[in-house]
Structure formats: C-alpha cells, structure tokens
C-alpha cells in the first residue's frame, strides 16, 4: 500500500468525503486538486505531486476528540476552506 493510499483511507475512516482531480497548468505542468468535506467543513489544497497535495490535506485537518458528540475538527493551516 502505497503511503497516500494510508492518507486516503484514513480520511474516509474519520467520516470525510474526499476527491482529487489533476490538470494541467498554463505552463504544461500537472497539478493536483484535493478536497475534503465532513463535520461542516471543507478544504482544498493544489500541489505539484499527488503525495504532496495529500500530505498538505491531511496536516490541514485535525481531528480532535474532545468529548461526546462535540465538533470533533479543529484547524492548524490557511488552506482555502470552502463553505
């Protein structure tokens, strides 16, 4: 299993939904579009490496137990967030 697999899979584990897309830039250069939506919140990152895009998601999104039925997603990043 390869390492942005594991991010994958723990995303859709702790209750987000999740999607990706690349593209190319006006230079011809690939880029990738992640997005990750749960608990009331949204992010989306754009990176140059699928694994570099994943990794800046997964460090946007903290999941934070604090107690019994409490919002459980904190945030650490200026990423975009949609509403």
Same mark, same amino acid.
């Given at each position: 299993?390869?390492?942005?697999e594991i991010i994958t899979d723990n995303l859709s584990k702790a209750g987000w939904g999740w =999607? ?17 939506? =749960?608990? =009331? ?10 694994? +570099?895009?994943? @990794? ?5 999104? @903290?999941?934070? &137990?604090?107690? &019994? ?8 990043? +200026?990423?975009? +967030?949609?509403?």
């Open positions: 299993m390869k390492y942005w =999607g990706w897309v690349s593209a190319l830039d006006i230079e011809g250069r690939t880029i990738w579009i992640v997005d990750a939506h =749960g608990y =009331g919140k949204c992010f989306v990152v754009r990176a140059d490496e699928k694994l +570099t895009v994943l @990794v800046e998601l997964e460090s946007a999104i @903290v999941i934070v &137990p604090l107690k &019994p039925n409490a919002n459980l997603v904190s945030f650490k990043s +200026t990423r975009a +967030t949609c509403n």
